[in-house]
């Protein structure tokens, strides 16, 4: 049985409190590393290339973790959840274009994993392919119904593409799923800003400021909400 290291990689994320949207994502904490493993060169091994690695990029460090993740392809070239990463990495690096093919490879190792949709889904939507990232996270929610993440990705593609009321929908049907996840209260505002519907998002950005005020996703998002008023 496989043990993965694979990140929560391109696919939406909130610092609030979500626990619904982390129920099925037991994966994206490192492994233990493995008592034995191959050699891969000097004194690291296999595990702890996977784990540099996977820290590395969940540092930010994403050059560094599409080197190691080159690396250890070289000794474990059917490691999927390695390659998972390393599309990831070129993703955060804006080489979208590297990445979609990255991710077509892992589609074609494994065709019936929703994760690889919800990020095929990002990427195409990265861009400006809305239709075809439309499909691949319908997809992603096939394979795993009613998935929260891929039903938030698919909201904002459709803010994107202008479908203002759809994709409002879509947001309002998870937060009467799950009412106590304030999560999908910032998520709501978000969309909300992005389908240009900014004064109904105001009184939930003041409930979330008044219950987490040193939140750092909601900080962030007020923030890039600030400075997107001041263009």
Same mark, same amino acid.
């Given at each position: +049985?496989?043990?993965?290291?694979? #990140? ?14 982390? &129920? ?7 492994? *233990? ?10 004194? =690291?091994?296999?595990?702890? &290339?996977?784990?540099?690695? =996977?820290?590395?990029?969940?540092? !930010?460090?994403?050059?560094?973790? #599409? ?21 990831? /990495? ?25 994760? %690889?949709? %919800?990020? *095929? ?8 392919? /809305? ?5 691949? $996270? ?6 795993? &119904? ?10 904002? %593609?459709?803010?994107?593409? !202008?479908?203002?009321?759809?994709? %409002?929908?879509? $947001?309002?049907?998870? $937060?009467?799923? =799950? ?11 978000? +969309?909300?800003?992005? $389908? ?12 979330? /400021? ?14 890039? *909400? ?6």
């Amino acid at each position: +049985m496989r043990t993965p290291l694979r #990140l929560r990689i391109l696919a939406l994320s909130c610092a609030l409190p979500l626990a619904a949207c982390g &129920k099925d994502e037991s994966a994206s904490t490192p492994a *233990r590393a493995p008592a034995a493993a191959t050699k891969v060169s000097g004194d =690291f091994t296999a595990a702890g &290339k996977k784990i540099a690695a =996977f820290e590395a990029y969940n540092g !930010g460090r994403f050059a560094d973790a #599409l080197r190691l993740y080159d690396e250890l392809l070289t000794v474990e070239p059917d490691n999927l959840d390695a390659r998972i990463n390393r599309a990831a /990495s070129l993703g955060q690096l804006g080489r979208w274009p590297e990445a979609l093919t990255a991710t077509d490879e892992c589609l074609a190792r494994n065709p019936n994993d929703p994760e %690889i949709h %919800i990020n *095929r889904s990002t990427i195409l939507s990265e861009l400006g392919r /809305s239709e075809e990232a439309l499909e691949s $996270v319908d997809r992603a929610l096939t394979l795993a &119904k009613d998935q929260p993440k891929a039903l938030l990705l698919k909201a904002t %593609i459709l803010g994107k593409s !202008g479908k203002a009321d759809e994709s %409002i929908a879509i $947001v309002d049907a998870l $937060v009467q799923r =799950f009412p106590n996840q304030p999560g999908l209260l910032l998520e709501k505002a978000r +969309m909300l800003d992005l $389908v240009g519907r900014g004064a109904q998002a105001d009184p939930i950005y003041a409930q979330l /400021s008044a219950q987490f005020p040193d939140d750092p996703g909601l900080q962030a998002a007020l923030a890039a *909400r600030n400075a997107g008023a001041a263009k």
